[in-house]
């Protein structure tokens, strides 16, 4: 199966046209400032083919998960602001995503300007697992398209959600797949289609639930999965070790008891950390100290200590299997990276990531932004992928609705 590319539609013509572009621009922020601003440079070359062509460009994205109505932590104006900083086009942000504001914002929009629609996440019919809800909302932004528009997903981070700025827009509008998405995909399938052994994937990161649901379909594929982030707790708890305040998925652990039974039979090897750092509080200058991975309740801080990287032991033992790798998918941080303190871990998989001979590819917002901040280059690695739940996805072989909804 094949989608409509991008250079179809501007061979067809957009100029004066409204073209919807879903865009990924869930960039992490430190208040008001994007720390990483790789998806917005990421998602920037479409736009530019677009206005260069004469198109009048609505962006629709999402930013966190709002529950549902405006919050302005949640504002795509940082976001919207790093994109007219970087665009040699002008950009605006509407102050919502389909009401008054959008409606009159995108009427007054002239060939070769983008208008950012506000978090689409506001909305809840966004998400909603109704299709007739998401369709009346996907409705609304069609309609900002008037009679001749057309819909781009160039969002790869999100083609795993079936979402109506993802999916439904999709069933509604003549539809094309960007060449973020293209270019996303075709690295990712030569991953799954030729992959060299031993193929070694790397999970850490705080959405625990999410990630845990994707990684059944890689026992049996993968030879190695080295477990750190905020998953690993759940790990531990399922060999019944305690883990004091950590980030923990309870009714997430038989899943886990599972998946150690399941992977002994199908020859993939789960590797838990051996000693954790854990912290007397969640804060950048939060007192530490590094315990074995069965001890957590026997830190200095008790019951209420919290383990936020794995320990240099682990990290070592995880930095030598990935060196001996000739395939490395990694997403998730090792621990809390934004804080130095906890910071080592995902260092040191990072630098080994850099050391193997193996094809590595690094995956989702926040690891790219992790191994940025460390001052790590993008050259270092295969391929940074812009989507870490999306790549996890593909990998595991899964229809992604966001794809699938492209295809002729
Ligand atoms: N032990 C831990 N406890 C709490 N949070 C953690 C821990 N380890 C890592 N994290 C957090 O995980 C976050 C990133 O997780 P996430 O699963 O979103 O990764 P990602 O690379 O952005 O993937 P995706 O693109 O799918 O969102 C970071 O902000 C980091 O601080
Ligand atoms: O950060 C991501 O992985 C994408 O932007 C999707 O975000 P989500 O996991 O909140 O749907």
């Known amino acids: 199966m094949t989608s409509h590319t991008l250079n179809e539609l501007i061979a067809e013509g957009v100029r004066g046209r409204y073209i919807l572009v879903r865009s990924d621009l869930n960039v992490p922020l430190d208040g008001s400032t994007v720390t990483d601003d790789g998806r917005i440079k990421a998602s920037l070359p479409v736009l530019a083919k677009l206005t260069d062509a004469g198109a009048r460009v609505l962006v629709t994205a999402h930013l966190g998960r709002p529950k549902g109505a405006p919050e302005d932590k949640y504002s795509l104006r940082p976001a919207a602001d790093r994109l007219a900083e970087l665009a040699g086009f002008k950009v605006t942000l509407a102050a919502d995503t389909v009401g008054d504001a959008a409606?009159?914002?995108a009427a007054s929009l002239q060939d070769g300007e983008a208008l950012v629609l506000e978090n689409v996440r506001f909305d809840a019919r966004e998400t909603s697992k109704d299709d007739a809800e998401r369709g009346a909302f996907a409705d609304e932004l069609v309609a900002l398209t008037g009679s001749?528009?057309?819909?781009?997903?160039?969002?790869?981070?999100?083609?795993h959600r079936k979402h109506a700025s993802v999916y439904d827009v999709a069933t509604r509008l003549p539809s094309y797949q960007g060449d973020l998405v293209h270019t996303e995909v075709e690295v990712l399938r030569k991953l799954t289609t030729d992959t060299q052994r031993p193929y070694v994937v790397v999970l850490g990161g705080s959405k625990v639930s999410d990630k845990l649901a994707v990684i059944a379909n890689l026992i049996g594929k993968a030879d190695t999965i080295l477990v750190g982030g905020g998953m690993l707790f759940t790990f531990l708890a399922a060999r019944g070790h305690k883990v004091a305040s950590s980030l923990l998925e309870e009714d997430q652990i038989p899943v886990v008891q599972d998946y150690l039974k399941r992977a002994a039979d199908a020859g993939t090897v789960f590797v838990v950390p051996t000693d954790v750092v854990v912290a007397e509080?969640?804060?950048?200058?939060?007192?530490?100290?590094?315990?074995?991975?069965?001890?957590?309740?026997?830190?200095?801080?008790?019951?209420?200590?919290?383990g936020l990287d794995i320990g240099p032991d682990t990290a070592a033992a995880f930095a030598e299997q990935i060196k001996g790798a000739r395939t490395v998918f990694w997403n998730g941080p090792m621990g809390v990276f934004e804080f130095e303190a906890f910071s080592a871990g995902t260092r040191a998989i990072a630098q080994a990531l850099t050391e193997t001979d193996g094809f590595t590819v690094v995956g989702g917002g926040d690891s790219a932004a992790a191994v940025r901040t460390l001052g790590f280059a993008d050259d270092q690695f295969g391929h940074i992928s812009t989507g870490g739940g999306a790549s996890l996805e593909y990998l595991e072989g899964k229809e992604l609705p966001g794809l699938s909804v492209l295809d002729r």
């Open 281 to 306: 509080k969640f804060a950048a200058d939060a007192a530490h100290e590094t315990v074995a991975a069965d001890a957590i309740e026997g830190s200095s801080f008790g019951a209420q200590g919290i």
């Open 148 to 159: 001749n528009g057309a819909y781009v997903d160039d969002a790869f981070g999100a083609v």
């Open 103 to 105: 409606k009159s914002a």
